[in-house]
Each structure stands twice: as structure tokens, then as C-alpha cells.
């Protein structure tokens, strides 16, 4: 039988696809480095941003900023404005940006592993149409060898 028409070189990272999975936010919660230091400062700065980013902590710095309103109140215009701007507003806001990132974060991570999945089947697909290629040429090779011996070459 003639040698194929086209040889297959597999791309690297199909192997790689096969042996991983996406990058999600919580692969990234422990620190590359080996310094300990690096994981202390790591979960102490996780644990203070998982407390810190819920709605309920929001609630809590909107009460612990609302004590403080009637004595803005009572010192003028420009003292409320400073209470809105750096005890409500810094205070409140803080917690409900972070539960919004990481609500984005999330949804980061379903695109990701969507994505990945996507990557797959398509690298599923091209492998399917490889062997279909590969099963044509055999085919192929097949009717010229047959050809090859019917009709028999001018001298």
C-alpha cells in the first residue's frame, strides 16, 4: 500500500488540554511562593476579604455609620457631607463592591470552565475528523492501487 498522503503531528497542547482544567479564582487562593510569610499574609488577607465581602457586614457598617449621623446633624451642612462621604459611603460601599467582584469572579470562573469545555469538544471534533481523513486516504490508496494494476503504465 502507498504511504499516506498527509502525516499527523498532534499539537502540544492538545496533550495539555487533556491534562488540566481552567484556572478558576480558588486556584489562585494559595500563594505560588513557598515563603511562609507569603501564606500567612495570603489567608489572613482571604479570611478579612471573605468576612469583609458579604451583604451582612454592609449592614453592620451602615448601623455603625448611621450612630454617627445625628452629631453630623447637629455640626452643619459641611460635617454631613464629610459623614456621607467618608463614614457612610466608605464604610458601606467597601462591602458591596466586594461581594459585586466577587459575584464577577464567579461568573469569570463559569466562562472559564464553559470555554474549556468548548476547547474540548472542539479538539474531540478535530480528532474525529482526523481519523475520518486518515480513513479516506487509506481508502483512497486503496483505488489507486487497484487502479495502478488494472491499467498498466505506457511505455
Partial sequence: MPPSIYEYVRHPRAAELR???PVTTTDL???RSDSWIARVNSKVGLRVTLVVGTMWCAYLFSVIALVALPSALHQGLFYVVVWVSSSFLQLVLLPIIIVGQNI???AADRRAEETY???EA???EA???QKHLLAQDEVIA???TRLERAIP???
Fill in 19 to 21: 491534562e488540566g482544567r
Fill in 29 to 31: 487562593r494559595q500563594p
Fill in 104 to 106: 464577577q469572579a464567579a
Fill in 117 to 119: 469545555k468548548d476547547a
Fill in 122 to 124: 472542539v479538539l474531540k
Fill in 127 to 129: 480528532e474525529e475528523i
Fill in 142 to 144: 486503496s483505488i489507486l
Fill in 153 to 155: 503504465p505506457s511505455a
